[in-house]
Each structure stands twice: as C-alpha cells, then as structure tokens.
C-alpha cells in the first residue's frame, strides 16, 4: 500500500503569518499534489510537481508558493496566511497515469 | 478541456434500495482512465475503483462501474445500500502521461435507516 505522510496534522495560525505544510511519500511516485477541501465542499488543485526542483501551478495557486527539494517530500507555504485559507489540505502522490494516493490532510485554522 | 461532471451533489436513500451516482466526461483522448474515490467523514479521498476498458464491469466492496466511452459515462452503482456507505464520491478522470487527475464536484451519498 502507498504510503503518503503529512505534517503536521492540524495547526492554528495567526493572520499574516507564515505557515508551511509538509509531505512525505515512500511510493517513489513521480507525481505529488497539494489540494483544499473547504466543508462541504470538492477537491481543488493548489500546485503539483513532476520531478524534484519543479513545481506547476495548479487551479487555485494565488497565495500559495510550493517546494519539491527532493522526490519524496513536497511543502506548501503561505507567506501570508488569510483567514480564507482556513480548509483541510490533502498532498498525494501517483504515478503516470495510474490512481493517486492521498495523505490524511492538514487541519488549518487560520485565527 | 477536459471534464467530469456528477450532476447530483446530494443523494439521499433509504437503507436496502439500490445506489446510481452519475458520472460523464469529456476528453479529446480515445483512452481515458476513470475513478471513483470514496472520501468518509473525517478521513481522506481513497480509491474505490479505476477502469480504462471499455464495456468491462469493475466491482470493489460491492460497488461496480462499466465504462461507456460511447455515452462518456463512468457511473457508480450498487445493489442494495448501507448505512456505512454514507459518504463523498468523486468521479475523476486522467489520460495516458497526463499530469493530474481531473476531479467531478463529488456526490453526497446519506443513507439513512
């Protein structure tokens, strides 16, 4: 089974603050991903990366900056977090064309 | 383009009676790959089937789909629904060495007693 680890698992912010939210995978999978999922509400692509040192941007990138300094780990920052950037947050990994494999979400609260 | 559209974002039945989640396509590739992932309370997106053939039923935990690309349809049933099938469901598609998955808006199913 893939292995996709976050962290950390829930984190209260404070307006204007820095936040950066990790990712681990064991899977060797190419691919990782940064979603939102806002209550009630679907899946939104943030950003996503292919290989190490690259990243692309996903739907909804504003306010968002990523990092994939190796294959297994992949980071979301908020440089200024919002209280609009209060969801749950889901990294997953996949390979090629095949099933992804998500991580069991961030809680951020941003206060 | 491309797309995936669930046109029910709530589906409420009775305990017992069969389960239909709608799910339609749209990609200029011949040979998608389609999803279904099931996402409970408090948990995180999991996969629950995945097709990329044509006309073939694929079954997991009592759920089947069967891939139209004539109808550009990938729905989700079941039999008989329980309690514990209460959750979210996403369709998503994908196509050979494409980048990401393209999610649907996702289906609430509620079963209730």
């Known amino acids: 089974e893939a292995a996709v680890t976050q962290s950390p698992r829930s984190k209260v912010a404070v307006t204007g603050g820095k936040v950066t939210l990790s990712c681990h995978q064991t899977?060797?999978?190419?691919?990782m991903y940064w979603y939102r999922q806002d209550t009630g509400h679907g899946l939104r692509l943030i950003h996503y990366?292919?290989?190490?040192?690259?990243?692309e941007k996903g739907d909804i990138p504003d306010g968002y900056k990523a990092s994939r300094p190796s294959q297994e780990n992949f980071s979301l920052i908020l440089e200024l977090a919002s209280l609009s950037q209060t969801a749950v947050y889901f990294c997953a990994s996949r390979q090629s064309s095949y099933e992804q494999y998500f991580g069991p979400g961030t809680r951020l609260t941003v206060l | 383009g491309d797309s995936v559209t669930q046109t029910e974002g709530l589906v409420t039945l009775t305990e017992g009676l069969p389960v239909m989640l709608n799910c339609t396509y749209q990609t200029i590739y011949s040979n998608p790959f389609l999803f279904w992932y099931v996402q409970h309370l408090n948990e995180s997106p999991r996969l629950l089937l995945k097709s990329f053939t044509d006309n073939k039923r694929t079954e997991h935990q009592g759920f089947h789909a069967t891939l139209h690309k004539s109808s550009s349809s990938f729905h989700l049933q079941k039999s008989s629904a329980q309690l514990s099938d209460s959750a979210l469901y996403y369709c998503?598609?994908?196509?050979?060495?494409?980048?990401?998955?393209?999610f649907g808006q996702g289906t609430k199913l509620s079963i209730k007693p």
């Open positions: 899977n060797n999978h190419d691919y």
């Open positions: 998503a598609l994908s196509n050979y060495n494409q980048g990401k998955l393209i």
């Open positions: 990366s292919y290989v190490a040192d690259s990243t």
